[in-house]
């Protein structure tokens, strides 16, 4: 029974991280740094100054990674908790047997046996939930459905460089949907938020040089400079 409770833990634990990650590309992350994200505020670890200012400086991102944290302390007190009575071996217990095999083995061996299945189903958790391509193909289900929901907005953003000070360079792709359509590359919406759109990527072709009244279509990537969090709210605007 102890042994079952930890293999759902250890199921539940990889795909909340996985999910996790998800949430965090969807607000503008990268894939990678989404990944190390989600896992450092699901363990409460491997923080960075430069990268927690990303999550602390953004409040859909703060909310994720408060949910990952309660998650995260939860998950693993009761994996600990149905890890260690795992490993016990109950005084009642004199032998057992392993199902496909006709033998009884002597009690002693019984924590050896649950370890051998705790290690082979993280193993294969790993292999499944983090690394597989049937993993992959569901994360891209749940962004679709994330979208379809209005949980994130139909934006997709790429930092390409940021500072220490929260500014950086983004790149942000323009979705049929999204509030910012229509608008034109110097209208006062972003002066307000004091961000320059460096240049627009229109069919393949770089404008660096855009004209005044030039507005903006589905389809378009937009290279931005700004603080970081005003990019994240101008441009990522939670429904």
């Known amino acids: 029974m102890h042994l079952f409770l930890f293999i759902i833990l250890v199921i539940f634990l990889f795909i909340a991280v996985r999910i996790g990650a998800i949430a965090f590309e969807l607000t503008g992350l990268t894939v990678s740094v989404a990944k190390f994200q989600s896992i450092s505020c699901f363990t409460g670890t491997g923080f960075t100054t430069r ?59 019984l924590p050896l046996v649950n370890l051998t299945v705790v290690l082979f189903v993280t193993l294969a958790c790993y292999k499944l939930i983090a690394r597989s391509r049937l993993a992959n193909d569901l994360s891209e289900r749940l962004k679709l459905y994330f979208m379809k929901r209005g949980f994130f907005a139909a934006i997709c953003a790429e930092q390409l460089m940021v500072t220490s000070g929260g500014s950086g360079i983004v790149s942000v792709d323009i979705k049929e949907n999204s509030h910012v359509l229509d608008k034109t590359i110097t209208d006062s919406y972003f002066k307000e938020s004091n961000i320059n759109i460096l240049a627009v990527v229109r069919k393949g072709e770089i404008i660096s040089v855009s004209p005044p009244g030039m507005q903006l279509t589905p389809g378009d990537r937009l290279i931005c400079s ?7 709210n101008v441009f990522f605007a939670c429904r």
């Open 51 to 109: 990268e927690s200012e990303l999550i602390a400086g953004n409040p859909q991102r703060r909310r994720i990674a408060s949910v990952l944290m309660i998650l995260g302390y939860a998950g693993f007190a009761s994996l600990i908790a149905s890890f260690v009575n795992t490993m016990k071996v109950p005084e009642y217990i004199d032998h057992f047997s392993i199902p496909f095999i006709d033998f009884l083995f002597p009690a002693a061996l």
């Open 226 to 232: 700004g603080k970081m969090e005003s990019i994240m």
